[in-house]
């Protein structure tokens, strides 16, 4: 008789540990630089933990309703109007989820039906696929060129059928900066138009945007808006990743669905601090500053590396840097950045895990959502090699 765990069949026999969980626990074990992982080593703001603090002693401590506080709800639907001048119902369309991650993975489990195909564009960030495959979707990947991450729209065309259910894009991207512009939006739209397509809207990095481009919300869009599922993430936005806070905002019909599963998903998410970020959210320079701020700190950053065996060009929003090492090493990207973590003590994270089939194109992302003094450690560190 075959053993029990001989006989268990995985439901995701190929996904391995995710790149994160590899890289920042080598990262602490090397005891190196942490520019792996996307988060911050820097607090989020004290106003904002000690209105944590206050909700949970006024007894915030017990469920929150199931799609979120009313409030909290309430001003996205504000700063949705004022940033993008559309409307959305804080009562039907604006759902808050324990981060992104859990948007992505309730509006996947909503609608991809088995045999469903959903178009991504690779490099993807990592959730996307097997979140798809758990449902019994089909992934079509459509790998980006890596000088310029460009979307061919007549590409994507030839690739839509009667099966494509939905349609994922991720602006600022992560792992490469790439900004979809406004005529990516309208040939996407013209696209999608008289189609009963999906789109799931990954925009986390809305407010991480360089250089004076403007985040081409999918809200903008009629057309797109109409069939779209924007997802959001506090921990992006207020420096507070292990908070595990976000939103989805969808039409109502949409979110209907969305709410079906995640009231069976997570109930509802963290009470107190949702309190708390419906009082932060009523100052907008808490995130209208944000692009500044981390504009800044990639500045810092390649005018710090200019000198080194690195090539790059600049990152146009989120708070990642890829760095071309094709001039240092021939060696896979993964093996590097394991021997850089090992040997000179810094992490990054190797682009061909997020690639089709693992394509190597010899880039690591680096995370400069960091204190200027850790950048210059790191900058010196990638200057010697
Ligand atoms: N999408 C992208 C593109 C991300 O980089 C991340 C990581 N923050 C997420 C979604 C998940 O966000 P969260 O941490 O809020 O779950
Ligand atoms: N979004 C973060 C990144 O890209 C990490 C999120 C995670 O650890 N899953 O690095």
């Known amino acids: 008789m075959p053993s029990f765990q001989n006989s268990f069949q995985s439901k995701l026999p190929k996904i391995p540990t995710s790149i994160f969980a590899i ?16 988060f911050p080593n820097f607090e989020s703001d004290s106003k904002l933990i000690e209105m944590v603090n206050v909700a949970m002693k006024n007894g915030k401590n017990q469920y929150a309703p199931m799609p979120g506080i009313f409030s ?13 001048g559309v409307s959305y119902n804080p009562d039907t369309e604006i759902t808050i989820t324990a981060g992104a991650t859990q948007a992505i993975f309730t509006t996947i489990a909503a609608t991809v039906k088995k045999d469903d195909e959903v178009l991504i564009f690779k490099p993807a960030y990592d959730c996307y696929e097997p979140t798809i495959a758990l449902f019994g979707g089909k992934t079509i990947a459509v790998q980006l060129n890596p000088e310029d991450f460009k979307i061919d729209w007549k590409e994507v065309k030839k690739l839509i059928n009667n099966k494509t259910r939905m349609i994922i894009i991720n602006s600022p991207h ?12 309208l040939q996407l739209e013209a696209l999608l138009k008289n ?15 360089f250089d004076g481009e403007k985040h081409q919300s999918a809200a903008l869009f009629p057309a797109l808006a109409e069939r779209t599922f924007i997802m959001a993430s506090f921990g992006k936005t207020f420096h507070n990743t292990g908070w595990k806070m976000g939103y989805c905002i969808a039409p109502a ?21 949702q309190v708390a970020l419906a009082e932060y959210l009523k100052t907008p320079s808490n995130y209208l500053e944000l692009g500044k701020f981390y504009q800044e700190k990639r500045d810092l950053f390649l005018s710090l590396i ?5 090539e790059f ?17 021939i060696e896979s990207d993964v093996d590097f950045a394991i021997r850089l973590t090992k040997e000179q003590k810094i992490a990054g994270i190797p682009i061909s895990v997020f690639n089709e089939n693992n394509y190597d194109t010899k880039v690591l992302r680096f995370c400069f959502a960091k204190t200027n003094e850790t950048l210059k450690k790191a900058a010196e560190i990638l200057c010697n090699i």
């Open 195 to 209: 189609t009963n397509i999906l789109l799931l809207s990954d925009e986390v990095y809305e407010h991480i945007i």
């Open 23 to 38: 890289m920042s626990g080598l990262a602490t074990k090397e005891n190196a630089l942490n520019l792996s992982q996307g």
């Open 253 to 273: 019909e949409l979110t209907k669905e969305f709410r079906k599963v995640h009231q069976f998903n997570v109930f509802s998410v963290n009470h107190p601090t």
């Open 174 to 185: 992560n792992p490469s900066g790439r900004v979809l512009s406004k005529n990516d939006m």
């Open 313 to 329: 060009t600049p990152s146009k929003g989120t708070y990642f840097q890829l760095l071309n090492f094709k001039k240092i090493t």
């Open 306 to 310: 200019k000198g080194s065996r690195f």
């Open 72 to 84: 909290l709800r309430k001003i996205i639907a504000e700063k949705m109007e004022s940033l993008y």
